[in-house]
């Protein structure tokens, strides 16, 4: 089998020595920009990944800390795929385990804008879930990441309808909160509540009868469905384009031009047209249902302030 020097190797042969096969495993692996100083090894895998962090970290300036986590999540994943490494491979759980010590390391000595700024720079990216999930966890510790985290992973929902759901964001901010109780708590919890969860609303105006006495008061719906996760998440209709400014109209699915002219269409086309739409709509749906599901799960305070939002809406 070819290596990354593009040697002949046979990393099960007896014939070699057992140095050189598990330096050639690694190097494959891991594939680093520059060839290491000596031979790797499990036992000092460790410190050439420190060092390696460290050459990224100065090359790389403000993005240093995504490229160390982008680096070693190649890592990680390589060793988890076919034809890479033998799948039997003793040195994969150590190598995995030293990457994962590296990648905490890291993390625990920024600050906290880093934290955030980096984590979610590769939640865009296929980094392995264990990973993943414990840079999350171990952010979680740091009191001013989740709220942070939250609304940079939140925000950009904002305005999103049925043919721009942003799925992509929206799994980045799933991620988030499966990773840890502490993040589905934070978004309930200040300052997440104030800005992205139920943000304060005060009534413009009212109505009042004869006398003078006010027998209602605008309500706090349209707030919540523009300005709220919630309303992000489970605004997008086959008739959000009501919701939208006409200047954007065209982009929903009611001002879309494959619906112009249906008098002209075929009822397979209509036909066609209807699916499209239902699929679209059980779409965002789903993505609703998993949003929901989770903070109804996470405790009383989710539950309660779930329950609450709908109530006001």
């Given at each position: ?27 494959k692996v891991l ?227 494959e619906w112009q ?42 539950r309660t302030a ?8």
């Amino acid at each position: 089998r070819p290596s990354a020097q593009g040697e002949d190797i046979q990393p099960m042969d007896a014939k070699r020595p057992k140095e050189d096969v598990e330096h050639a495993l690694l190097v494959k692996v891991l594939q680093p920009a520059q060839p290491p100083q000596g031979k790797l090894s499990l036992e000092s895998v460790g410190e050439f990944l420190e060092s390696e962090a460290g050459r990224l970290l100065s090359q790389h300036g403000a993005k240093g800390l995504e490229e160390v986590f982008l680096f070693l999540a190649k890592g990680w994943r390589r060793s988890e795929e076919g034809g890479v490494v033998p799948s039997s491979w003793s040195g994969i759980p150590p190598l995995q385990e030293a990457i994962l010590t590296v990648a905490l390391t890291q993390l625990i000595t920024v600050s906290s804008e880093d934290k955030v700024r980096s984590l979610s720079a590769i939640l865009e990216t296929p980094v392995p879930s264990r990973l993943m999930n414990e840079l999350l966890s171990a952010a979680s510790e740091d009191e001013s990441v989740p709220a942070q985290l939250l609304i940079s992973v939140a925000r950009p929902l904002q305005g999103r309808h049925l043919n721009e759901s942003r799925s992509g964001q929206f799994g980045k901010l799933l991620r988030v909160l499966r990773s840890s109780k502490t993040y589905q708590l934070a978004l309930v919890s200040s300052p997440c509540f104030e800005e992205i969860f139920k943000p304060a609303f005060e009534s413009k105006f009212v109505w009042r009868n004869q006398k003078k006495e006010v027998y209602m008061q605008q309500r706090p719906g349209n707030m919540l469905q523009t300005r709220s996760l919630l309303g992000w998440v489970l605004s997008p209709s086959a008739l959000d384009g009501a919701t939208m400014p006409t200047s954007q109209a065209h982009m929903s699915e009611a001002g879309a031009g494959e619906w112009q002219d249906l008098h002209r269409a075929t009822r397979q086309r209509v036909e066609g047209l209807q699916r499209g739409t239902q699929m679209k709509v059980s779409g965002v749906q789903s993505q609703a249902a998993e949003l929901v599901d989770i903070l109804l799960r996470a405790g009383d305070a989710p539950r309660t302030a779930v329950l609450q939002w709908l109530g006001a809406m």
